[in-house]
């Protein structure tokens, strides 16, 4: 059992790295992103925008040995749901929210493009260290969820960050 000053602390660590984050994400910049703390069945973490609020919910028992690089890359990609989520009326959250849960190639579909804006916003390598961190320390369960949901691979992310380090080296050579 976890003693309530260890979900304290996991907390203020949370909100001070998304502070940190959300400079990359200026669409949120006046945007309340409320954080709490909660036992989840699957996954490790999640958005949620109900009108004009945003939560994002953790389970600390996922993350609780996660590094701040690891954390951070989970972070990244959930403010960039938000970020897609601030883009959406009423009326597109609820077709959104309805396929979301009734569509599991729309999840993937989702679930790869909030990868991709993630690591576009500059967040590759903290994305990596998180699905290591995930395949390491992940249930059987959860491997599952992000094998079905086809969130972008070990193997994926790294061949984009090989492609991002060669482009930026071919640009400085310039």
Wanted: with cysteine; net charge positive; charged share 40%.
């Amino acid at each position: 059992m976890n003693s309530q000053k260890e979900v304290e602390l996991f907390k203020r660590r949370c909100k001070r790295l998304i502070s940190k984050i959300r400079k990359d994400f200026p669409l949120l910049k006046n945007t309340t992103i409320n954080f709490k703390v909660k036992k989840l069945k699957s996954g490790s973490m999640m958005s949620t925008r109900i009108f004009c609020n945003y939560t994002l919910t953790a389970d600390f028992e996922k993350y609780k040995d996660a590094s701040d690089k690891e954390l951070t890359g989970v972070l990244a990609h959930e403010l960039s749901h938000f970020e897609s989520y601030w883009k959406k009326n009423i009326w597109e959250m609820l077709k959104f929210g309805f396929l979301y849960i009734f569509s599991d190639k729309f999840v993937k579909k989702v679930e790869r493009q909030t990868d991709i804006i993630a690591m576009k916003r500059g967040y590759r390598e903290e994305l990596l260290a998180n699905r290591l961190f995930l395949r390491r320390t992940s249930s059987k369960e959860d491997k599952k969820r992000l094998k079905k949901y086809h969130y972008l691979s070990v193997k994926e992310i790294k061949k984009r960050l090989k492609k991002f380090r060669e482009r930026n080296r071919n640009d400085s050579r310039n």
